[in-house]
């Protein structure tokens, strides 16, 4: 049943995994998202599930390939350089169309980095990440609440597309703790009749497989692709807008930054500038609309990110260079405080006045 | 009028695509074989490797899946605990499972996972054209050791069934090989052993099958296998490595 409890972000993922009728969780251990680790180590067993840490991401990736593939809800999870690892595995999963859940609990970079969050996993998270054509759905939670809600989702949204879901957290929402609903256990089952569960001598042999050596019949597989992504865009672009019914200036901010970001709109309506958020929650696809809208409307964009800056290249595209589009960051596993954000929104207003 | 020989059920109608004199077909056919003789067709799922058997996927009639280079054994091992009573195996080459899949190999094989795998050495890469393999013999000429391997620095082969018998986990190590009807009989005992080992749920079962590749080696296929007796045999010596099972048995 339904519950209010504390818990880390980290541990939030987990049980709300479990509660979507997931089974099967592989992974290695990386600061810092650990503690999903350690959670399915140990709920699974107890629930009939398998928990197995991998030899390394790689393989971690490819055992969730193979659960995948026999069409059980199955996931992993890491941190930045442990998802790098993960792309291979990755691209063979949507080159097979096959759903699974990424969690990324994302730590400064590149190299080794730090270990504090960052959000400079950007582009790898929505511009493909590994090689070949493809997306994956990515979900980026701002509080413990959303990172429970958007893992059903995922998982979801994963199952329905035929395609991997990523759940884009920081180092933030993975360590910290706030109250969190869990919901009751509900899985939404969808049929999957390409699953390899054994032809039970019943009909022709299912192949998962991402291998095709006719260009035309390859050309074929990433167009149906793209037309189940086309969908997506359609359908399951998520945002939430604050304040931005009056507002001047759009700032735009995802997990964390959002919730600095929306300390600033407040201090700064305070000082009587109109300052609003959109805060996309998928980033692929990206809330293009709501911004292109809002372009006719406000006077700059403020890109508030954790990293040197990569969405701000998605709000261009979106606004189409109608509008100034600026960059508030901090990088390295620094956080952007609210004062920077007003600072760099004052520029702008004394700019335009 | 009475069959006397026809093609596993296990194996479906399309064409093998590989060379003449090439002992994959021999190798299919046995591992299709145990699958018939066992009556497990109906609930196996077969891994392809990346490699000359890339396509094994058209050829063997269970369910496929076709794995990223050197993962078949991290694959198989999340088809497997996904569905236990399902039968899995991979089918893998040398660069495949003893190269860039070592670590899969090794680690699937420490966990006693209950998964078969049949390994060929053929001690080249086929699919793209001839390159030195992690098992090319010392002195081999290959495209990527045009001068011979040379051990001082390309390394030794890897002997993967000493390697593994090693290990505390596995259930069953051995090396058979195809190059004549000896060894060929050997072989599907070994196969279809490692196979029945998963059936009773008795672990890690790994068969590697001493092969050849006349189109690589740049011999007639009677020379090729030939050169397996000679130079083959000898490095890496046919028999059982590790059997947990030979206790129980005896």
């Not at chain 1, 398998?50 to 990736?61: G, K, P, R």
């Not at chain 1, 997306?135 to 995922?154: K, R, Y």
């Not at chain 1, 609210?338 to 700019?351: D, L």
């Not at chain 2, 109906?42 to 496929?64: I, K, L, S, W």
């Amino acid at each position: 049943m339904a519950e209010k409890v504390l818990m880390k972000g980290n541990e939030a993922i987990a049980e709300a995994a479990i509660r979507a009728g997931c089974r099967h969780y592989f992974g290695y251990p990386i600061t810092p998202q650990t503690e999903v680790a350690a959670y399915m180590a140990k709920r699974m067993p107890k629930i009939g599930g398998v928990f197995l840490q991998a030899e390394s991401e790689v393989a971690a990736i490819n055992m969730v390939y193979g659960v995948a593939a026999s069409g059980k809800r199955v996931m992993t999870s890491s941190s930045s350089p442990g998802v790098s690892l993960k792309q291979e595995g990755i691209s063979y999963i949507a080159g097979s169309d096959l759903p699974a859940l990424i969690v990324n609990v994302q730590r400064g970079g590149p190299g080794l980095g730090g270990i504090q969050p960052s959000q400079s996993d950007y582009f790898q998270a929505t511009k493909g990440g590994g090689h070949g054509d493809y997306h994956l759905i990515v979900l980026t939670p701002a509080s413990v609440q959303e990172m429970a809600d958007l893992t059903s989702l995922a998982f979801d949204l994963a199952d329905k597309y035929r395609m991997p879901a990523m759940l884009l957290a920081d180092g933030t929402m993975g360590q910290m703790m706030e109250p969190v609903l869990l919901p009751e256990e509900q899985v939404h089952t969808v049929a999957k009749p390409w699953a390899v569960t054994g032809t039970q001598n019943k009909r022709p042999h299912n192949i998962v497989n991402s291998l095709y050596l006719v260009p035309e019949e390859l050309e074929r597989t990433n167009e149906e692709r793209f037309a189940r992504y086309r969908q997506v865009e359609e359908n399951e672009v998520r945002y939430e807008s604050y304040c931005m019914e009056d507002a001047d200036y759009c700032l735009v901010a995802f997990g964390i930054a959002a919730r600095v970001s929306k300390n600033a709109v407040d201090a700064l309506r305070r000082q009587g500038i109109k300052a609003g958020l959109i805060r996309p929650i998928t980033v692929w696809p990206f809330p293009k609309a709501p911004i292109a809208r809002a372009a006719e409307q406000v006077k700059a964009f403020i890109s508030v990110e954790l990293s040197m800056g990569q969405m701000i290249e998605d709000i261009r595209l979106a606004e189409n260079c109608r509008k100034p589009v600026v960059l508030c960051s901090r990088a390295g596993g620094m956080i952007p405080t609210p004062e920077q954000i007003m600072q760099t929104v004052m520029e702008q207003n004394g700019g335009n006045d | 009028m009475a069959v006397v020989f026809e093609k596993p059920k296990s194996l479906t109608d399309a064409e093998f695509h590989y060379c003449p004199g090439c002992t994959h077909g021999i190798i299919h056919r046995l591992v299709a074989e145990a699958i018939d003789t066992l009556g497990i067709e109906g609930r196996t799922v077969g891994v392809a490797p990346v490699g000359c058997a890339v396509m094994a996927y058209n050829y063997f009639a269970c369910d496929m899946v076709e794995a990223a280079h050197g993962r078949a054994p991290a694959v198989a091992t999340g088809l497997k605990r996904s569905m236990p009573e399902n039968i899995i195996f991979t089918y893998q080459g040398d660069g495949d499972l003893a190269s860039i899949g070592m670590a899969e190999t090794v680690h699937a094989a420490t966990r006693n996972e209950n998964i078969t795998i049949i390994f060929v050495n053929n001690a080249i890469y086929g699919m793209t054209g001839g390159q030195m393999a992690p098992t090319s013999l010392p002195g081999q000429v290959t495209q990527t050791s045009p001068y011979g391997r040379d051990v001082a620095t390309a390394g030794y082969p890897v002997k993967v069934c000493e390697l593994l018998a090693a290990l505390d986990g596995p259930t069953y190590i051995t090396r058979v090989a195809v190059n004549n009807v000896k060894n060929v009989r050997n072989a599907k005992k070994a196969i279809e052993k490692a196979f029945r080992n998963q059936v009773e749920g008795k672990g890690f079962s790994l068969v590697e099958v001493v092969s050849s590749c006349p189109t690589n080696w740049g011999m007639t296929p009677q020379k090729a296998l030939e050169w397996v007796e000679t130079n083959m045999i000898p490095y890496y010596p046919l028999g059982v490595y590790k059997d947990k099972t030979a206790k129980e048995e005896a």
